[in-house]
């Protein structure tokens, strides 16, 4: 964990009762070094530590703290939703279309950019999300690497 939580308190705080399956979902969030997880991630990591719960309960457990604004429900082009927790402050998001991996970064260059555009067509921003799809650097050169050893048994084939 990277701060202590009083995770009890915080589903009290958000009108939630504090159950076992909330109580480990919600640590799972804090401890875990991956900031975004699906509902499958979660139910894997739960199966693995031999705790009996049905994938149903999971979801519905996500749903109870994205209601209640403890989690942000996000929908990348990717593929199935991920929930992150909210930290309340903004950030934007670089996912990689290989692995799916999901970064996090802050501009206030980008910032700005959006909040000037949204002002010049007069739009009152309420809020907004920005993610960048591309592929990661470890995909990127694992690609590079797969794709150099293809390359030279090509050579090796026409010598």
Known sequence: MNELVDIPKALRQSGLKATLPRLRILQLF????????????????LIDEKIDIGLATIYRVLMQFAETDIVIRRHFESGAAVFELNEGSHHDHLICT??????????????????????????????????????CGDCKSTKTATSRKSKSRDVMRTS
């Open 30 to 45: 804090h401890e875990r070094e991956t900031k975004h997880l699906s509902a499958e991630e979660i139910y894997r990591f």
């Open 98 to 135: 290989a692995c799916s991996k999901v970064d996090e970064f802050v501009d206030s260059g980008i910032e700005r950019r959006q909040e000037e555009i949204a002002k010049e067509r007069g739009f009152a921003l309420h809020e907004h999300s920005l993610s960048l799809y591309g592929v």
